[in-house]
């Protein structure tokens, strides 16, 4: 199972979510998990690699729910560590 940590700027986006807006991106995020146990992200969690950066994607958890996230040192032998750096609307591209 991966290990996580989330960057400060991250809660700061968190407390503007809604309830519900939190609910689906906790549901994706069960989903993220399994795929990355299983070494296979599927399709329909629209993982993608954020143009123009280096090293950071993106998870769509909504219509326009996204967060962005980095793998970071392994904090367990053999388990990914995910580094979750945004969430919100497509404006949190701007500085993912």
Do not use: C, N
Not at 13 to 18: K, V
Not at 68 to 76: D, K, P
């Amino acid at each position: 199972m991966p290990t996580y940590e989330t960057l400060d700027v991250f809660w700061r986006d968190w407390e503007r979510l809604t309830t519900d807006e939190k609910g689906a991106f906790l549901r994706a995020v069960e989903k993220l998990v399994v795929d990355i146990d299983a070494g296979r992200i599927r399709s329909g969690l629209r993982v993608k690699h954020v143009q123009g950066t280096r090293g950071i994607y993106e998870l769509t958890w909504a219509d326009d729910g996204r967060a962005t996230f980095e793998y970071g040192i392994e904090q367990r032998l053999g388990e990914p560590h995910v580094i979750w750096r945004r969430i919100g609307t497509h404006d949190i591209f701007r500085e993912p």
